[in-house]
T-cell receptor
C-alpha cells in the first residue's frame, strides 16, 4: 500500500521568496511515480510536476522543481520566486496500481500556501 | 476540446434523496475515476472504470453506485444521500497504463446533504 505524508498544514512566505513544500512517501513497489497538484480557491486540480522513481534527474517545470531524494523517500516541491498567484492548497500524490491497468492516485493531506505581498 | 466535464457543479440534497453526478470526457480515455475530497484532506478513490461496461470499487465505495454505459461517460449515483456524503466530488480520466502520464481532472461537484 502507498502512503503520502505532508507535515506542513500551512505555510506563509513573502512574495518573491523561494518555498519548499515537504512530502514523504512510503511504498513497497520498486517502480512508482510522484505528483504535485495545485488546488486554488476555485477548486480545480492543476497538475504541476511529475517524478518517476527511475528518473535520473530531478523534474523541473518552469518555476517548479521537485527535490527527489529516493533513499530518504522524500519528494519536496520547490517553488522559486513565489508569486501572489501561488497561494493555494498543494497536494503531493503517488501513483498506485489498480486492477486491469488502472492507476489510482494516493494523496497527502495537503499544505495550504499563502504568499504575502 | 473540453477535457473532462462534470455536471452539476453544485447541489444541495436532503437526507434520503437520490441524485446522479455525470462525468463526460472527450479524449477517448479508457480509464475513468470518481474521487471525493473532504475538508482538509486529499482525494480518495470511490469507484473506477477500465472501459465501457466495466466498474470496480475503490477505497470508499459504500453508499455509491456507478455506471459506464458509454466510453465517454461515467455516472456516480447516490441512492439515499446521507450527511456524511457532503463533499466535493472529482471525476478524472486517463489513457492506458502504457501511455499513462497522469489524470485529467474535472472541475469538481460540490455536494451538500442536509
Amino acid at each position: 500500500a502507498q502512503k503520502i505524508t505532508q507535515t506542513q498544514p500551512g505555510m506563509f512566505v513573502q512574495e518573491k521568496e523561494a518555498v519548499t513544500l515537504d512530502c514523504t512517501y512510503d511504498t513497497s513497489d520498486p517502480s512508482y511515480g510522484l505528483f504535485w497538484y495545485k488546488q486554488p480557491s476555485s477548486g480545480e486540480m492543476i497538475f504541476l510536476i511529475y517524478q518517476g522513481s527511475y528518473d535520473q534527474q530531478n523534474a523541473t517545470e518552469g518555476r517548479y522543481s521537485l527535490n527527489f531524494q529516493k533513499a530518504r523517500k522524500s519528494a519536496n516541491l520547490v517553488i522559486s520566486a513565489s508569486q501572489l498567484g501561488d497561494s493555494a492548497m498543494y497536494f503531493c500524490a503517488m501513483r498506485g496500481a489498480l486492477s486491469q491497468g488502472a492507476q489510482k492516485l494516493v494523496f497527502g493531506q495537503g499544505t495550504r500556501l499563502t504568499i504575502n505581498p | 476540446n473540453a477535457g473532462v466535464t462534470q455536471t452539476p457543479k453544485f447541489r444541495v440534497l436532503k437526507t434520503g434523496q437520490s441524485m446522479t453526478l455525470l462525468c463526460a470526457q472527450d479524449m477517448n480515455h479508457e480509464y475513468m475515476y470518481w474521487y471525493r475530497q473532504d475538508p482538509g484532506m486529499g482525494l480518495r478513490l470511490i469507484h473506477y472504470s477500465v472501459g465501457e461496461g466495466t466498474t470496480a470499487k475503490g477505497e470508499v465505495p459504500d453508499g455509491y453506485n456507478v455506471s459506464r454505459l458509454k466510453k465517454q461517460n461515467f455516472l456516480l449515483g447516490l441512492e439515499s444521500a446521507a450527511p456524511s456524503q457532503t463533499s466535493v466530488y472529482f471525476c478524472a480520466s486517463s489513457y492506458s497504463v502504457r501511455a499513462w502520464d497522469g489524470y485529467t481532472f474535472g472541475s469538481g461537484t460540490r455536494l451538500t446533504v442536509v
